[in-house]
C-alpha cells in the first residue's frame, strides 16, 4: 500500500516550477486591471504545460483561462495575481524596507494564490492523463480582485456558465477551511454639483458640494446606529472641491463602500444611503450623480465541498517548515504586536498558544466566524458550486496587507505553504471528480441554496471593467 497519495507526488514533482513561477509573479506587482506582464507570464506557463488558452475573457485584457482535457465534468481553479499600492518591501527582510523606486508590492500573497491554483490544475491534469479519466480541468487567471471586481464581470458574462465545481485558496497564516462568510459590497461614487462664488464677498449665492458631502457623512454616521451590526459603510474623498477655502466649493467627489451580510441586506442598506444623499441636496440645494465603481456578492457555502476539502487538509496534516523558516518567522513575530498573534489564532477558532511562530495544525471545521472581508470569489460562488481554504504561507499574527506579508512573499514559508495548498485542492478536485454520487451532492447543495435566494447580479449592466489601455 502507498504511503503518499499520487496526486501530492504529481504537485511535488512541479513544485519547485511553481515557486519559481510565484517568484517572477512576486517580482512584477500589478495594480487593478494593470496586470500586463503578471498574465503575459500566466499565460506562458499554461502554455508550457499544454493548455489551451483563452484570453480577454469579460472584455477584460488582463485576464487569462488556460483548459485541459476532454468530455466529463469540468474543473476550475481560480487563481489571482494582482498586487497592493503602497507595499513595496524588499523580500527576505524582517523590517520595513521598500524596494527603490516601487510603490506596489503583493502585500495579500496573490502571487501565491494564482501559483497554488494553477499547480494544483496543472497536477490534476497531469493525473487525468497518466490516468486516461474523462474531464476537463481550467485555470481561471482572475485579474482585479483588490477593488476591481473581474469576478463579477467575469460571472455576469457567463464564463463559468459551464463549470461543474470550483476551488480556491488565499495565502494566511494558519491552514484550515475558509467558512464562506464573506461581506457583499458595493463601491459608488457620489459626485455633488453646486454653485460656486465667492466665499467672503458673496457666499449667499454660492450652493457648496462641500458642505453637500459633509452632510452626506454626518447622515450615514447617524445611519450606523439602525444598520444590521455586520454591515460596514466606509468612505473616501476622491475630490473634495479644491483647496482654496475663500471659493465655495462647486463639485465634490466622495466613494461610499457599503458591505452587507448578503444581496439583500445590500441592496436594502444601498438605497438607504442612497436617500441620505439626496437629503444632502434637498438641505444644500445642489445635485447629485452617482456612479457604480464595483460590486460582489457574499460567498455560498458548500457542505459536500467543504466536508471534502476539510478531509484532506486533515489527511495531509499542516506544512512542514525546517529551522531557516522558523527563524524568519520569529524574526517576523517581533514586528508584530502581541493582539496580532493573538487575533490570528482567535479569527481560526483556536486558543493562543505562546512561541508558536508557524502553523502545526489545521484549523477546526465547526469553527464559524463573523462575516470579514469581500471578495469577488462570492459571485463565482452563486453560479457554480465553489470552496476555498486557507493556507499557511507566513508568520502567525502576518496582517494582511502589510510590508510583513510582502516581505514574505518568496520565503520557504511561502512556497511550502503554497505546495501545501495546490496538495489540498488537488486531492479534493479529484475525489469529487471520481465520485459521481458526492458531485451529484455537491450540485443539490448548490441548487438548494439557490431556491432559498436566486442570485441577482450586483453589478448593474452598464457598468463595464475599468480595462487599461496598452
Not at 77 to 99: H, I, K, M, T
Request: charged share 20%.
Amino acid at each position: 500500500m502507498k504511503n503518499i497519495d499520487e496526486i501530492w507526488a504529481a504537485v511535488d514533482t512541479l513544485g519547485d516550477v511553481f515557486c519559481d513561477f510565484s517568484d517572477r509573479i512576486w517580482d512584477t506587482p500589478e495594480l487593478a486591471y494593470d496586470e500586463y506582464r503578471s498574465v503575459d507570464t500566466q499565460q506562458a506557463m499554461l502554455e508550457r504545460h499544454g493548455f489551451r488558452i483563452t484570453r480577454n475573457l469579460a472584455g477584460i485584457p488582463t485576464s487569462v483561462m488556460g483548459e485541459a482535457g476532454e468530455g466529463g465534468p469540468v474543473i476550475a481553479f481560480l487563481g489571482e495575481f494582482d498586487a497592493l499600492p503602497g507595499l513595496s518591501q524588499e523580500a527576505g527582510l524582517a523590517r520595513c524596507s521598500p524596494v527603490d523606486d516601487a510603490d506596489n508590492g503583493h502585500g495579500c500573497g496573490h502571487n501565491l494564490l494564482g501559483g497554488a491554483a494553477m499547480l494544483a490544475a496543472c497536477a490534476l491534469k497531469d493525473w487525468m492523463a497518466e490516468k486516461g479519466i474523462a474531464g476537463r480541468v481550467r485555470y481561471y487567471g482572475c485579474p482585479a480582485e483588490e477593488g476591481g471586481a473581474a469576478k463579477t464581470f467575469m460571472v455576469r458574462d457567463g464564463v463559468f456558465d459551464d463549470v461543474d465545481f470550483a476551488l480556491s485558496w488565499h495565502p494566511g497564516s494558519i491552514a484550515g477551511p475558509f467558512y464562506p462568510a464573506s461581506l457583499a459590497n458595493i463601491r459608488i461614487d457620489f459626485t455633488f454639483h453646486g454653485r460656486a462664488s465667492h466665499a467672503a464677498a458673496s457666499p449667499h449665492l454660492g450652493r457648496s458640494a462641500l458642505d453637500a458631502a459633509e452632510l452626506m457623512n454626518i447622515g450615514v454616521n447617524y445611519l450606523r446606529e439602525h444598520m444590521p451590526s455586520s454591515a460596514r459603510v466606509h468612505y473616501a474623498y476622491l475630490d473634495a472641491g479644491g483647496v482654496a477655502p475663500n471659493v465655495v466649493q462647486s463639485k465634490v467627489t466622495i466613494r461610499y463602500l457599503i458591505r452587507a451580510d448578503d444581496l439583500r441586506q445590500l441592496r436594502e442598506l444601498t438605497e438607504r444611503v442612497r436617500k441620505i444623499a439626496r437629503g444632502a441636496t434637498l438641505m444644500t440645494e445642489t445635485r447629485v450623480e452617482e456612479g457604480v465603481v464595483s460590486a460582489v456578492s457574499n460567498l455560498m457555502g458548500n457542505t459536500p465541498l467543504e466536508d471534502t476539502i476539510y478531509s484532506n487538509l486533515i489527511r495531509l496534516g499542516p506544512p512542514r517548515f525546517d529551522r531557516e523558516d522558523y527563524d524568519f518567522a520569529r524574526e517576523i513575530q517581533k514586528t508584530l504586536t502581541p493582539q496580532d498573534i493573538r487575533s490570528a489564532f482567535l479569527s481560526a477558532g483556536l486558543p493562543p498558544r505562546a512561541d508558536v511562530p508557524l502553523c502545526d495544525m489545521i484549523a477546526p471545521r465547526e469553527f464559524v466566524p463573523p462575516p470579514f472581508g469581500s471578495t469577488d470569489v462570492g459571485d463565482v460562488s452563486w453560479v457554480v458550486p465553489t470552496v476555498q481554504m486557507w493556507g499557511a504561507t507566513c508568520a502567525i499574527g502576518t496582517q494582511l496587507h502589510s510590508w510583513q506579508m510582502t516581505a514574505q512573499g518568496k520565503s520557504g514559508i511561502a512556497h511550502k505553504g503554497m505546495i501545501h495548498a495546490a496538495k489540498v485542492m488537488a486531492a479534493t478536485a479529484r475525489d469529487v471528480l471520481m465520485a459521481p454520487a458526492l458531485l451529484e451532492r455537491v450540485k443539490a447543495d448548490h441548487d438548494s441554496r439557490l431556491a432559498q435566494e436566486p442570485y441577482v447580479c450586483p453589478m448593474p449592466d452598464e457598468v463595464v471593467p475599468p480595462v487599461q489601455d496598452k
